[in-house]
């Protein structure tokens, strides 16, 4: 079963907060983290372990840090150029387009 | 951005915000300068937006105002706390992995780590999503 290994790697803490933490409960929220991941990463069939969806969540994340910086000094170039005024109009357009 | 939602709109009025203290402080800047304090912009109304309600905005909002009380934007500070675990974080995976990642994940039991990184996942595909439209709608207009 895919809860199998990740109760084992936190069986410790599972056991000091008690009850509330199910297996299901834990089923559900990496059914819940694997929806979120963007669709080249999940295979077709679903019933993918849970340790590869952590795994692939760690990717996700890291990409997402990725997109994050390339965008920042995308940002810095292209609002050097321009005033601030110019700056918020672009973000009022974004929103209503 | 078709139907912005309130959480979309919180993360747009936030980043404008931190956009205009960006370019009246750092104009004269470098652009990698200006790289930087835009990507510290991000975070920053990435966690202003969610707020307290969130264990992972909390631990952000912590880091940046460490940061900003040593008055030294400390440069790269997302890619030192990434570059911190080495190697180690581009070996990492599972739940070891996601500690490294999310802020504030360490001291989490596991089940609140799954609930922070689904949490923080959607706020930064928010963010990167209103960057992207910023990006889109600034290179278009902006050499007019």
Not at chain 1, 23 to 48: F, G, M, Y
Not at chain 1, 53 to 69: A, G, K, M, P, W
Not at chain 2, 59 to 84: E, V
């Amino acid at each position: 079963m895919s809860s199998r290994r990740s109760r084992t790697s936190s069986s410790r803490m599972q056991s000091s907060s008690s009850s509330r933490m199910t297996d299901e409960q834990i089923h559900d929220l990496l059914a819940k983290l694997q929806a979120l991941l963007p669709e080249a990463r999940l295979r077709s069939n679903d019933r993918v372990s849970g340790a590869r969806v952590l795994q692939e969540t760690c990717s996700h994340i890291r990409s997402l840090h990725r997109e994050v910086d390339d965008l920042s000094e995308r940002l810095s170039e292209l609002l050097a150029n321009s005033d601030i005024n110019s700056a918020q109009a672009a973000i009022i357009r974004s929103l209503l387009a | 951005m078709e139907n912005p939602n309130p959480k979309s709109l919180m993360a747009a009025f936030h980043f404008q915000r931190a956009l205009s203290l960006v370019h009246r402080t750092a104009s004269k800047s470098s652009r990698a300068v200006r790289g930087r304090r835009i990507q510290c912009a991000a975070y920053a109304s990435m966690a202003y937006s969610a707020g307290p309600r969130r264990a992972w905005s909390r631990a952000l909002l912590r880091r940046l105002r460490r940061a900003a009380r040593r008055r030294q934007p400390r440069a790269g500070w997302r890619r030192r706390a990434a570059a911190g675990a080495g190697a180690a974080s581009r070996v990492a995976t599972g739940a070891a992995g996601l500690r490294r990642l999310v802020p504030g994940g360490g001291g989490m039991d596991y089940c609140s780590l799954l609930e922070e990184t689904a949490d923080y996942i959607k706020c930064l595909s928010v963010q990167v999503k209103l960057m992207q439209s910023i990006a889109d709608s600034a290179s278009l207009c902006g050499q007019l």
